[in-house]
């Protein structure tokens, strides 16, 4: 695909994982599919710009999206 095309809204619909928690269970359910599945799942950040929020994510992330998914097991550190 040509650079131009790959724009901040291309990466944010089609590489990231964005929304509430049905929505992020869907699109990794989505991932799994398209690529017969993974080992590993990163949640990464740059900046922390309201600390509570990103708090809140990392917590619904394993405590509610990645029991969900049954070939991953969630794991808080």
Do not use: H, N
Not at 2 to 29: A, N
Not at 45 to 66: G, N, Y
Request: aromatic share 8%; proline share 4%; glycine share 6%.
């Amino acid at each position: 695909m040509p650079d131009e095309d790959v724009t901040t809204e291309y990466m944010l619909k089609k590489v990231c994982i964005i929304g509430d928690v049905k929505s992020c269970i869907r699109q990794l359910e989505e991932v799994w599919e398209v690529s017969g599945g993974f080992g590993t799942l990163l949640m990464t950040s740059k900046d922390w710009d309201d600390r509570a929020k990103w708090r809140r994510s990392m917590e619904w992330l394993a405590t509610k999206v990645l029991p969900a998914l049954p070939t991953i097991e969630a794991k808080v550190e």
